[in-house]
């Protein structure tokens, strides 16, 4: 038999060590249970954003090795300016005291990193963003996208299609970059596969895997399975604005002065 206790923290009254332990234990049992059956990757928050020669990564919460880390925001020095940037996140194995339960947590910036665009590197850390940057100009984010095409624009621009998303059993794309799919695609078709899924994506937190497969497939009349990479995903879902008519936006070959 079990007791649920809630413990009250008023005037007058002797803190216990029994209040003290549920007030440490509710908020991480509660996140524990509510992503129970998701997968490793990014939960919220990690932002990338750039401002005179240094660039923010905001607080963030995300799942690794089954569980949930939250840290802070970081600011680093940056002077790569136009070469290809890779921003990741490290982290090292847990070590317990009689005290703490600790995982160190280094943001690291790798230039001109090995592979393509959008080819994942696991060794390299968890991703969180991609870009080149001119010296004086302004790294575009991701709500300043002007279409899906945008999403892989080499400079100036953040590339998030690589982003791991937690998602149910299976990691997932990022759930922003899908609510700007979603703008497009209900801009040129009538189809209700279309506006079903397009709604999915605006009114979702985040969209599982399945959920995107089980659409790729029917308007592509593919087989996709969990093993398709983001990359293979973003390719799909261009197929499939291009084959609703939706506009293209041409990429720029250098960099914007902003």
Do not use: W
Request: aromatic residues 10%.
């Amino acid at each position: 038999m079990q007791n649920y206790v809630y413990p009250y923290y008023t005037p007058g009254r002797v803190l216990k060590r029994e209040s003290i332990e549920n007030l440490r234990d509710f908020p991480r049992d509660f996140l524990d249970i509510a992503y129970a059956d998701y997968s490793d990757g990014i939960i919220r928050g990690f932002d990338v954003t750039y401002n005179a020669r240094k660039l923010y990564i905001s607080g963030g919460a995300l799942k690794h090795n089954g569980r949930i880390i939250v840290l802070k925001e970081t600011v680093c020095d940056f002077t790569g300016f136009g070469e290809r940037i890779r921003v990741s996140l490290c982290l090292g194995e847990a070590k317990e005291t009689e005290d703490f339960l600790a995982i160190e947590a280094e943001f690291k910036i790798t230039r001109n990193p090995v592979g393509g665009a959008n080819e994942p590197d696991a060794s390299a850390g968890i991703e969180l963003a991609r870009f080149r940057l001119a010296e004086g100009a302004v790294l575009r984010k991701k709500n300043e996208y002007r279409g899906i095409t945008d999403f892989v624009t080499p400079d100036n621009t953040l590339n998030l299609v690589n982003v791991e998303y937690s998602g149910l059993y299976y990691p997932t794309f990022s759930p922003e970059l899908l609510k700007i799919f979603a703008k497009e695609i209900l801009k040129t078709s009538q189809d209700s596969t279309d506006i079903s899924f397009a709604f999915i994506c605006l009114n979702s937190d985040t969209v599982h895997k399945d959920c995107i497969l089980q659409y790729l497939n029917s308007r592509l009349d593919a087989n996709y399975n969990a093993k398709i990479s983001n990359g293979e995903i973003y390719e799909a879902l261009l197929e499939v604005t291009r084959k609703r008519g939706g506009a293209t936006v041409k990429r720029k070959t250098g960099p914007s002065i902003g």
